[in-house]
């Protein structure tokens, strides 16, 4: 038995939006804002709004302000004035206080669960007339008869594992528009080959990125501080590993704990989501979160490029917005600001011209690329290690980003050095007590749910490179960089070979960055599997 061969049904929108995330959710509410008329549509592959929604969330309410004015006498349920910032380095049982940083000068800003407030936003646009779809991946582009973007195909539901319909199989519909908008986030599926055919990353530096792993955690009544912003560097990293730590507090005794780990590190064995365990056992971290609860917990990856790398965000009949375009702030640590900006620049566009054509040269000349730009060089300048790192971020602030001299990124998967050719640094890390015990625990506190009857949605293009090759030059990274443990070595009678336990995933992507031979392509599941993040 095959899968049916029959026409698709169709549904007509003058705009598609593909992801509820902030950047598409802003692009939705701003069209209808701008034109009641248009039929604007957002796909969205959670079964929720917001269930596959992690970030800090620190955010700046300038554009928010702009985009709902008056949301202040309303706001999202999580929503904490800063009141204050602190930027710590660690050693393994030291902390020293650190000038905060410009660029996280939080004065004016406010915690929110980034998932919670895009929840809220969605509320807002089907208020406005806005049709939301959660639960529907959208699995491929339906393009035009002349080759342009034409809308989105809609995922089969009901596949078994051997991609045979069950009882329960109904076919993915194909929705049609004028102008389709792509806001799935850091490394999206359908961006990434869009990005390819169209060329789009020609004139532009490879793509980077980091994994931010985060817990949401209840402490004991007494040991937050509502609107305290901490951030740290340091241990347990070693200089040449670019990353740190936000601790965000919230009220009700609850803190948002996460780590940040970019991912051009060079040791085949570093385990990022150890790293995370272990700064949560250094003296400042365990004696907050001691005696409390983790609630929820997931990962994502971020883009970190900025200026040097951002595409083309334009091509026929549709546009780039938010973390798909690669517009997260990283000396800031901040996105959702850019996201709802470009957002609305978006819909500004579309409404006006109704077509994708000329929104890259308006992104460029926007607010959103000149924020881009006068920070352009500090990502890169950890290159060489945290101390120059600091250097060039200390240089590139005073200067405002006028120096002209551009720093150059690197793909991620080819920082990575082969264990023969490594020489590993002497980390001090220790045995640890504090939940989760391990990634699969870590799995759970995601409320992860995958249809394990399902096409496997990770796919190996050459599985023999996973058992030979890779095993041999690097000892397997994926079963090491993957903070879900999908990916498993095992010998059994068949031999040494890689499984795939797909129903852990929480939709990271971090293995499709990551992975040396660029052999793991990572493509959406059936609708409305991977994370249930509460409040993250």
């Known amino acids: 038995m095959s899968l049916p061969d029959a026409e698709r049904e ?10 509820a995330g902030p950047a598409g959710l802003a692009c939705a509410l701003r069209l209808k804002q701008l034109d009641a008329d248009l039929m604007v549509a957002v796909i969205e592959k959670a079964s929720e709004v917001g269930a596959h929604i992690l970030s800090g969330a620190v955010i700046e309410p300038g554009p928010l302000d702009e985009l709902v004015p008056g949301w202040r006498d309303a ?15 660690l050693g393994k049982a030291s902390r020293r206080k650190l000038p905060t940083p410009p660029q996280q000068n939080n004065h004016g800003n406010f915690i929110v669960s980034l998932g919670a407030t895009c929840q809220w936003l969605a509320d807002k646009a089907e208020a406005a007339g806005v049709d939301i779809f959660p639960g529907f991946a959208a699995s491929d582009i339906h393009f035009t008869d002349e080759g342009a973007v034409g809308g989105v195909i809609i995922g089969d539901m009901g596949v078994d594992l051997a991609g045979e319909p069950k009882d329960s199989y109904v076919q993915g519909i194909e929705i049609h528009a004028r102008t389709t908008v792509l806001g799935e986030g850091c490394r999206g599926h359908l961006s990434k080959q869009l990005i390819r055919r169209f060329e789009l990353d020609a004139d532009s530096d490879p793509q980077t990125y980091a994994i931010g792993m985060k817990e949401l955690w209840k402490v004991a009544p007494g040991k937050s501080t509502p609107g305290l912003v901490q951030h740290t560097l340091g241990w347990p990293l070693d200089s040449d590993i670019y990353g740190g730590s936000f601790i965000y507090h919230l009220d009700e005794d609850r803190i948002a ?29 365990r004696e907050l979160i001691e005696g409390g609860e983790i609630i929820s917990s997931g990962a994502r990856a971020l ?28 000396p800031k640590i901040k996105g959702t600001h850019q996201a709802l900006r470009s957002g609305m620049l978006a819909a500004g566009h579309i409404a006006e011209k109704g077509a994708a054509e000329g929104f890259d040269a308006r992104l460029r000349a926007s607010p959103v690329m000149a924020e881009l730009k006068k920070v352009r060089n500090i990502r890169p300048g950890f290159n060489k290690g945290l101390w120059r ?39 001090e890390w220790g045995p640890r ?47 090491r960089f993957c903070p879900a443990a999908v990916y498993e070595m095992v010998e059994d009678e068949g031999g040494r070979r890689l499984q795939i336990n797909a129903a852990n ?18 493509v959406t599941p059936e609708g409305g599997a991977g994370p249930n993040y509460q409040n993250l």
């Open 389 to 427: 790192g600091l250097l060039t971020a200390a240089i590139e602030t005073l200067t405002g980003g006028a120096l002209p001299r551009t720093l150059r990124n690197h793909a991620d998967h080819e920082e990575l050095e082969k264990r023969a050719e490594f020489n590993p640094p002497e980390r």
């Open 303 to 330: 883009v970190e490029g900025g200026f040097q790398s951002l595409p083309k965000v334009e091509m026929p009949g549709a546009v780039l917005i938010g973390d798909a375009a690669g517009l997260l702030n990283v």
């Open 257 to 285: 704990l996460g780590y940040v780990c970019g991912l051009d590190y060079a040791d085949p064995d570093f385990v990022p989501f150890e790293a995370f365990q272990q700064f949560k056992h250094h003296p400042m971290v």
């Open 75 to 89: 706001p999202p349920p999580i929503c904490v004035p800063v009141e204050k910032d602190e930027f710590w380095y």
């Open 433 to 479: 007590e504090l939940p989760p015990r391990d990634r699969l625990a870590s799995v759970y506190f995601a409320a992860t749910e995958h249809d394990e009857d399902q096409p496997v949605h990770l796919k190996i293009l050459e599985p023999d490179v996973c058992t030979e090759r890779c095993t041999e030059e690097y000892g397997n990274p994926c079963t």
């Open 10 to 19: 169709i549904m007509e929108y003058d705009v598609v939006v593909v992801g």
């Open 505 to 522: 995933c929480v939709h990271c992507k971090t293995c499709d960055i990551k992975d040396p031979y660029q052999i793991i392509n990572w």
